[in-house]
């Protein structure tokens, strides 16, 4: 079944700035098949990672790395070259946008983008390039998304995930880190977490996650982290009455978030009384999703969702 | 970010859409020198003086010092009519009279809390004649990752009162990035705002002008409450408002100059400077955390065990001592905070290095308030034997986001 990434997964990194290049080394370590970088005005260079590998990573590899990773001009060139299928984005801002359309022209079914701070306007066009192409896009602004032991894309830490029976997605970065280590901690670890980000306009959303982990045999239960803004949640609480079999437990942060004002994230604004972290958690309850009072009892809630569900 | 109603009309003038004439004032002497030449241009005897706050409900506001006047003031000249010239001089000494008790008086609203708002500007704007009040709007749709442009004919009053009344009254057209606002959209949200003849064609082309205006500044909102239609069949923006995506900003240096840093809580100012993502409440916990989720969930847990957050505070994924030390002055600047809390699960920032910054700003700032640290995640044991063996007192090192929560509200109690 799809889980959105594997070990046969084949990546690419666009923008191989400071931040790409740290994070392209962190999923080398981890045992990610990184198979190339896209940084225009660098084609035809090789960038060298080297280090101790990640022992939390892919199974069976030397306790070393040292690659010479191709660097290409253009996503095109890099695609025909090294057949990559997906593709994470650490390009800044102002191209980011740009970076993602150009990577679904080039026919990449997976697209992580990472960064944070793209204009809104901007990535309303990438949504609309991107309608009519086989080309998924998680994020922006996002921790990108894992499968413990497999491939992680994304800035995400390796080390708090292991491979287990429950599917986590979030709109928000540490929160994911927060339920995956709980679930780590109490032995039912992850099959694979995925962060689809905070903005307002993003690829991915709720429904699309939950549909993959319904399908998906491994997957067991799945925590559903929200917060205040948009009306995601409630979409999200819809789809599981209707489609979900598997049980759901569930998180919204913003509780005390005063309206009207930006809460970090673009997306995290309560407007005219809409967007509340209270709709949106009486929502989820009426679709029988287990309510995590607090961030702490996150990995709590998933027990007692699957007990419910007789699964535990 | 939000710009005042003066410079959101001279942005949208400058892109075609039909604003009245008006112009800004200062001080008493400018608001009474603006009367002139805005009745010789517009052969209108009437003036409306209204102040440029960045919060809606000016008309139904009050000053604080003048519990009679409003912020929204409409000048007449009684002499005029009736084939007299309209004796401007009265109204202008009128104006500056009124200019004089509105500028740096305090202006409450329904939307700037109790504390209100210092006048600082007024714009002096021509009167109006004006014959059916309507409503439009740009705004993002995030169900669809588009704008719509929405329409009423309910122009005048809060378009949240109108969705929850009579929602049937609002119109919306959804906008394909790749074509922009079609000609028969605007048609069809003209038709539906009842707009015939002259008024009409000037309708479609008011809304045609507005939608690209939205697309081409980056706003995150464009409100124009109400659009009028006036007696002679023009159609006008008697009030806009409009905030740009601050995303965007980068590529609106013209539009980055329009910010007004005064009507900006000065804390929030400083830490953006900083990278730092700050928003001033009104409780007694000072919070400072990495993440955004993570920040507002540690308001929510503040709260859920019986405290009350001072601040939103996300120090980003790459803090450093710098940073670290600019939100501890931030936080303990605030005079209601009587307790601090730490929130950290380090990922790719690891908890030796938050924990280093947290010693240090401890040290620079100089601790006056309880200070409870909770850190998780990349390199933890490290980071808490930094903080248990930097010897601070009153600093405690929590077990969870809960115990830490727990412990600060204890310790402020």
């Given at each position: 079944?799809s ?13 191989l700035?400071?931040?790409?290049q ?12 990184m198979v ?6 660098r ?5 060298r ?5 990640d022992?939390?990573g ?8 040292a690659?010479d ?13 090294t057949?990559?299928?997906?593709s994470?984005?650490y ?5 980011a ?6 990577a ?5 079914p ?6 944070e701070g793209?204009p ?7 949504k ?5 192409r086989a ?8 921790p ?5 032991h ?9 080390y708090?995930h292991?491979a ?34 905070g ?5 991915t959303n709720?429904i699309?996650?939950?549909a ?12 559903l982290i ?38 970090g994230?673009a997306?995290a604004?309560?407007s005219?009384?809409q ?6 958690i009486?929502?989820?309850k ?16 998933v027990?007692?969702?699957m007990?419910?569900?007789g699964?535990? | 970010?939000?710009i ?12 075609g ?15 009474e ?8 241009a517009?052969?209108?005897?009437v003036?409306?003086?209204?102040a440029?706050?960045h919060?809606?409900?000016r ?8 519990p ?23 109204a ?9 008790r ?14 209100g708002?210092?006048?600082?500007r ?5 009167g ?6 309507l409503y ?7 169900s ?14 809060e378009?949240e009162?109108?969705?929850?009344g009579t929602p ?5 057209e959804e906008?394909d990035?790749?074509?922009?606002l079609?000609?028969f959209q605007?048609?069809?949200l ?15 082309a ?8 939205a697309?081409e500044?980056?706003t ?7 659009l009028?239609?006036t ?8 009030d ?9 900003l ?25 990278g730092?993502?700050?928003i ?13 989720g993570?920040a507002?969930s ?11 957050p ?18 501890f002055?931030?936080?303990t600047?605030?005079?209601?905070v009587?307790?601090i809390?730490?929130?950290i699960?380090?990922?790719?920032m ?7 910054g ?6 620079d700032?100089?601790l ?5 640290v909770r ?9 808490r034997e ?11 090192s ?9 412990r600060?509200?204890e310790?402020?109690?």
């Open positions: 079944m889980r959105f990434v594997d070990v046969h997964t084949r990546v690419l990194v666009q923008g700035g400071k931040a790409g740290f994070h392209t080394d962190r999923a080398i370590a981890y045992g990610t098949n190339g970088a896209v940084h225009p005005g084609g035809g260079s090789h960038h990672f080297e280090g101790a590998s022992a939390s892919v199974p069976g590899r030397a306790t070393r790395y690659v990773l191709p660097v290409f001009d253009t996503v095109r060139e890099a695609v025909a070259a057949g990559a299928n997906a994470v984005i390009v800044p801002p102002a191209g946008a740009d970076a993602i359309m150009e679904a022209e080039a026919g990449i997976l697209i992580v983008c990472i960064t793209i809104v306007q901007d990535m309303v066009r990438a609309r390039y991107l309608q009519g080309t998924r896009l998680i994020g922006p602004n996002c990108g998304v894992i499968t413990p497999q491939c992680k894309i994304g800035i995400m830490p390796g708090i292991r287990g029976r429950v599917g986590v997605v979030s709109r928000s970065g540490t929160l994911t880190y927060e339920a995956v280590k709980q679930l780590t901690d109490v032995g039912l670890g992850q099959t694979t977490a995925i962060g689809i980000g903005d307002p306009v993003n690829g709720f699309d996650v939950l993959e982990f319904q399908a998906d045999p491994e997957t067991e239960a799945v925590i929200g917060e205040i803004g948009g009306s995601a949640e409630e979409e999200a609480a819809a789809w599981i009455a209707t489609h979900m079999t598997k049980p759901v437990a569930s998180f919204v942060a913003g509780t005390t978030a005063p309206p009207g004002r930006r809460m994230h997306g604004i309560i005219g009384g967007g509340t972290a209270a709709d949106k009486a929502a989820l009426a679709a029988g999703v287990v309510i995590a009072p607090t961030p702490t009892d996150m990995a709590a809630a027990q007692e969702a007990r419910r569900a699964v535990l | 970010m939000k005042h109603e003066y410079q959101a009309k001279a942005l949208l003038a400058a892109r859409i039909a604003v009245p004439q008006g112009r800004v004032a200062t001080s008493p002497a400018e608001a020198a603006a009367v002139p030449p805005l009745v010789e517009t052969g209108v005897p003036v409306v003086v209204k440029q706050i919060a809606g409900g008309g139904k506001g009050r000053f604080v010092e003048h009679d006047l409003g912020g929204v003031q409409v000048v007449t000249d009684a002499r005029a009519g009736g084939g007299r010239r309209p004796d401007v001089e009265a202008a000494a009128r104006v500056r009279a009124l200019a004089e509105m500028i740096g008086g305090t202006l409450v609203t329904a939307q700037t809390g109790p504390e708002k210092l006048v600082q007024l714009y002096v704007e021509q109006v004649d004006i014959e059916r009040e439009v709007s740009v705004v993002l749709d995030r669809v990752g588009r704008n719509v442009v929405m329409a009423s004919t309910e122009g005048g009053t378009i009162e109108v969705a929850a049937e009254k609002i119109v919306r906008v990035p790749a074509v922009g079609t000609g605007a048609r069809r003209a038709f539906a705002l009842g707009l015939q003849g002259e008024a009409f064609a000037r309708g479609v008011f809304l045609t002008a507005l939608e690209r205006a697309t500044l980056d995150d909102m464009v409100e124009v409450n109400p009028v239609v007696r002679s069949g023009e159609v006008l923006a008697l806009a408002k409009v905030s740009i995506d601050q995303n965007a980068f590529r609106h240096p013209d539009v980055l100059a329009l910010r007004d840093l005064s009507e900006e809580e000065p804390a929030e100012v400083e830490a953006s400077e900083y730092l993502s700050f001033k409440l009104d409780g007694t916990i000072g919070c400072l955390v990495n993440g955004a993570l507002m540690t308001m929510d847990i503040i709260q859920h065990v019986g405290g009350m001072a601040n939103f505070l996300d120090v980003g994924g790459g803090a450093t001592t710098e940073n670290v030390t600019a939100a002055k931030i936080i600047r605030d005079p209601n009587r307790g809390f730490v929130n699960f380090g990922g790719i690891r908890c030796d290095t938050i924990a280093n947290v010693v240090a700003a401890v040290r700032v100089g006056r308030v309880p200070l409870v850190l998780e995640g990349t390199n933890v044991e490290l980071g930094i903080i248990e063996g930097a010897g601070i007192p009153g600093l405690v929590a077990a969870d986001m809960t115990d830490g929560a727990r600060i509200v310790l402020t109690r």
